[in-house]
């Protein structure tokens, strides 16, 4: 399990870890529609440090370190001959959350609620934008608080 410690810093700040993609075991997609138009507007792609699916399984919970790394990237839709397909374009960032059922930084703002949460534009992967996770971040997981914050519905491996 990867430890809070080498993903944050000893004030509690994040910063994307890097090798993710290959170090991190895939946990799922997302595709965002759009609004207006047929296909998606955003691409959500999903990796869980090492061993968290294996501990989730078994537990059906989050284990103390997992770390979440969340892809964003905008979408671009096009017709192919299977269809009207969407796939992933340009990178805008990455959302990362690390589990701290201790609450390791009870002083910094963005940590609470058994998680640390943090946004990183794609040009500062090292530097969050957001200030607060009440303020920036839970509020898209609200509908996940039951399972942890987590829509782990999205997840098909985390599934026994």
Same mark, same amino acid.
């Given at each position: 399990m990867?430890?809070?410690?080498? #993903?944050?810093?000893?004030?509690?700040?994040?910063? $994307?870890?890097? &090798? *993710? +993609?290959?170090?991190?075991?895939?946990?799922g997609t997302w595709a965002v529609a759009?609004?207006?138009t047929a296909g998606s507007e955003q #691409?959500?792609?999903?990796?869980?440090?090492?061993? $968290?699916?294996? &501990? *989730? +399984?078994?537990?059906?919970?989050?284990?103390?370190?997992?770390?979440?790394?969340?892809?964003?990237?905008?979408?671009k839709t096009d017709r192919m001959t299977t269809g009207t397909v969407s796939r992933e374009d340009k990178l805008e960032g990455w959302f990362v959350m690390v589990k701290s059922i201790t609450n390791k930084f009870p002083e910094n703002k963005l940590w609470g609620d058994g998680?640390?949460?943090?946004?990183?534009?794609?040009?500062?992967?090292t530097k969050t934008t957001s200030t607060n996770y009440r303020a920036d971040c839970q509020g898209c997981h609200i509908p996940a608080k039951s399972t942890d914050w987590i829509y782990v519905r999205g997840y098909p491996p985390l599934s026994k």
């Open positions: 990867a430890a809070v410690d080498s #993903i944050a810093d000893a004030q509690g700040n994040l910063h $994307v870890p890097a &090798e *993710y +993609r290959t170090l991190y075991q895939y946990l759009a609004s207006q #691409i959500h792609t999903v990796y869980a440090s090492p061993g $968290v699916i294996d &501990e *989730y +399984r078994k537990t059906g919970k989050f284990p103390e370190g997992a770390v979440l790394v969340k892809e964003v990237f905008q979408a998680w640390g949460w943090s946004w990183f534009d794609v040009d500062k992967p």
